[in-house]
């Protein structure tokens, strides 16, 4: 089994920042993509931003230059931090992984989401 536990939401007045973390833990054996998405009350969940495990990183146009990602390989963990928030960043924030476990399947797993309120 894999788990991913998010932490670092929270209520930000616009253009302020935050931290999100994302640590993976279980039965990996490696970890391939790690991603951020979002959801926003009656939207679909979006991409944020994905990096590669070689550090290639892509991100939504809505976010470019303000959101960065990072991932420490050697933690399995992942990070996103956020500047210059804005009202419409408002969303619950979830962590993806595409990971390979030690019995060598690869499959996809999600955080449990974690709120991002961007309001004054």
């Known amino acids: 089994q894999v788990q991913l536990v998010e932490s670092g939401g929270g209520l930000v007045q616009p253009g302020g920042s935050l931290r999100l973390s994302c640590a993976a833990s279980?039965?990996?054996?490696?970890?391939?993509?790690m991603g951020w998405y979002r959801q926003a009350p009656g939207k679909q969940r979006e991409l944020v931003a994905l990096i590669t495990n070689s550090g290639d990183t892509n991100y939504a146009d809505s976010v470019k230059g303000r959101f960065t990602i990072s991932r420490d390989n050697a933690k399995n963990t992942q990070y996103l931090q956020m500047n210059s928030l804005k009202p419409e960043d408002t969303a619950v924030y979830y962590c993806?992984?595409?990971?390979?476990?030690?019995?060598?399947?690869?499959?996809?797993?999600w955080g449990q989401g974690t709120q991002v309120t961007v309001s004054s």
């Open positions: 993806n992984a595409r990971v390979r476990t030690i019995t060598f399947r690869t499959s996809d797993y």
């Open positions: 279980g039965s990996i054996f490696s970890i391939n993509a």
